[in-house]
T-cell receptor, first 110, second 113 residues
Framework: GQNIDQPTEMTATEGAIVQINCTYQ??????LFWYQQHAGEAPTFLSYNVLDGLEEKGRFSSFLSRSKGYSYLLLKELQMKDSASYLC???????????FGAGTRLFVKA | SQTIHQWPATLVQPVGSPLSLECTVEGTSNPNLYWYRQAAGRGLQLLFY??????ISSEVPQNLSASRPQDRQFILSSKKLLLSDSGFYLC????????????FGEGSWLTVV
């Protein structure tokens, strides 16, 4: 079976750093995506990890450990506009079925 | 550059009525196409995906169907809507088979009353 787990909600302060974790179990694994989704809008792509390690992209970084079935998204220098849901998604073998987690709602407070 | 559009953006339909959501992709050829649904406060559920014209794979048994009459057109349909069909429907595309980002359309809000 397939399962993706991430916390339901998190709260952090403007200017701080927050780490959103994701664990997954899947029968076949190609890579892992992170998406950002503001309320009422479609998800937008943030990052893609296929190899173990950290991928940095501006204020956002994503980490993957394939052996542990674990990833995290790191957001630095938080801004109010970062308040959104963050979706972890696993790309299965074959590449045609990307499965999304339920998402983590991040609230950034002043 | 590639763009994806879906419509209508919002619709309110009575139980038992038909449904048709349409999606088109521009700026690419032979894309993989997807329909996802997101119920209120829940994650994205993959409904259908298509790797080519007339090729549809269904992930969840339900009263919805999908069709791909042209390379860059994807249609989601229902003959008789249920209350449980309410949600946010997202069309999406990707290119290739592995490591290719899924890009989403603007989404369609469906309320079945």
């Amino acid at each position: 079976g397939q399962n993706i787990d991430q916390p339901t909600e998190m709260t952090a302060t403007e200017g701080a750093i927050v780490q959103i974790n994701c664990t997954y179990q899947t029968s076949g694994f190609n890579g892992l995506f992170w998406y950002q989704q503001h309320a009422g809008e479609a998800p937008t792509f943030l990052s893609y990890n296929v190899l173990d390690g950290l991928e940095e992209k501006g204020r956002f970084s994503s980490f993957l450990s394939r052996s542990k079935g674990y990833s995290y998204l790191l957001l630095k220098e938080l801004q109010m506009k970062d308040s959104a849901s963050y979706l972890c998604a696993v790309e299965n073998t074959g590449g045609f079925k990307t499965i999304f987690g339920a998402g983590t709602r991040l609230f950034v407070k002043a | 550059s590639q763009t994806i559009h879906q419509w209508p953006a919002t619709l309110v339909q009575p139980v038992g009525s038909p449904l048709s959501l349409e999606c088109t992709v521009e700026g690419t050829s032979n894309p993989n196409l997807y329909w996802y649904r997101q119920a209120a406060g829940r994650g994205l559920q993959l409904l259908f995906y298509s790797v080519g014209i007339g090729q549809i794979s269904s992930e969840v048994p339900q009263n919805l169907s999908a069709s791909r009459p042209q390379d860059r057109q994807f249609i989601l349909s229902s003959k008789k809507l249920l209350l449980s069909d309410s949600g946010f429907y997202l069309c999406a595309w990707s290119q290739g088979s592995t490591g290719n980002t899924i890009y989403f359309g603007e989404g369609s809000w469906l309320t079945v009353v």
